[in-house]
């Protein structure tokens, strides 16, 4: 069974902390993606990554910074949190190349007071 | 733009009660389109994969057909255990490897 896990499933920054969120996947998977999930807007793409040290923007990146420097692991750092950074972030990952589902984390509910 | 949207946006329903989902897009070209569940406080789970117009899949009490502009997710006889939030996402031919999710219908079923 494919498996990503995220390092933490609840946390509580305060604004302008520098806040890490980690996702390691166990599939050897290329792609690895970013999102938040906010009620009534989906999923929105934040950032993705297709190989070791390659990253793409996607639809939200103001304000987030990310870093692969493993194959197997993908964070989302948050330079200086922002109240309106509060939020479900969701990691994901993928094989490269055919029309594969996303294998997705359980999630973490970042809440920045 | 490209956009993906569902409705109805929630939807309650009594337990053995049919009904469906509709999942409408525009995109340029479709290279898949995906079905997820998601269950409160967790990930997306994947259900189905689309390719082409007049597939269908099923799993269970879940079918999902896939006209050129919609998809919908059939859900018979339906019993408290299917109450989840059902995503829709697409894959566009131009796109690499980027998805653009629907914003999801909220499904009750009450026994």
């Known amino acids: 069974d494919v498996k990503v896990t995220q390092s933490s499933r609840y946390l509580v920054k305060r604004t302008g902390e520098k806040v890490f969120l980690e996702c390691v996947q166990d599939?050897?998977?290329?792609?690895m993606f970013w999102y938040r999930q906010d009620p009534g807007l989906g999923l929105r793409l934040i950032y993705f990554?297709?190989?070791?040290?390659?990253?793409e923007k996607g639809d939200i990146p103001e304000g987030y910074s990310v870093s692969r420097e493993k194959k197997e692991r993908f964070s989302l750092i948050l330079e200086s949190a922002s109240t309106n950074q509060t939020s479900m972030y969701l990691c994901?990952?993928?094989?490269?190349?055919?029309?594969?589902?996303?294998?997705f984390g359980p999630g973490t509910r970042l809440t920045v007071t | 733009e490209d956009q993906v949207t569902q409705s109805p946006e929630a939807l309650r329903l009594q337990e053995g009660e049919s009904s469906s989902l509709n999942c409408s897009y525009t995109?340029?070209?479709?290279?898949?389109l995906f079905w997820y569940r998601q269950d409160p406080g967790k990930g997306p789970e994947f259900l189905f994969t689309?390719?082409?117009a007049g597939e269908e899949k099923e799993k269970e009490r879940l079918k999902a057909t896939l006209t050129k502009k919609e998809s919908f997710l059939h859900i018979t006889a339906p019993k408290p255990e299917d109450s989840a939030t059902y995503l829709c996402?697409?894959?566009?031919?131009?796109?690499?490897?980027?998805?653009?999710f629907g914003p999801g219908t909220s499904l009750s079923v009450i026994p």
């Open positions: 990554s297709y190989d070791v040290k390659m990253k």
């Open positions: 996402a697409v894959l566009e031919k131009t796109s690499y490897d980027k998805v653009i």
């Open positions: 994901a990952s993928t094989p490269l190349g055919e029309v594969y589902e996303q294998y």
């Open positions: 599939m050897d998977h290329e792609n």
């Open positions: 995109v340029s070209g479709l290279r898949g």
């Open positions: 689309l390719y082409s």
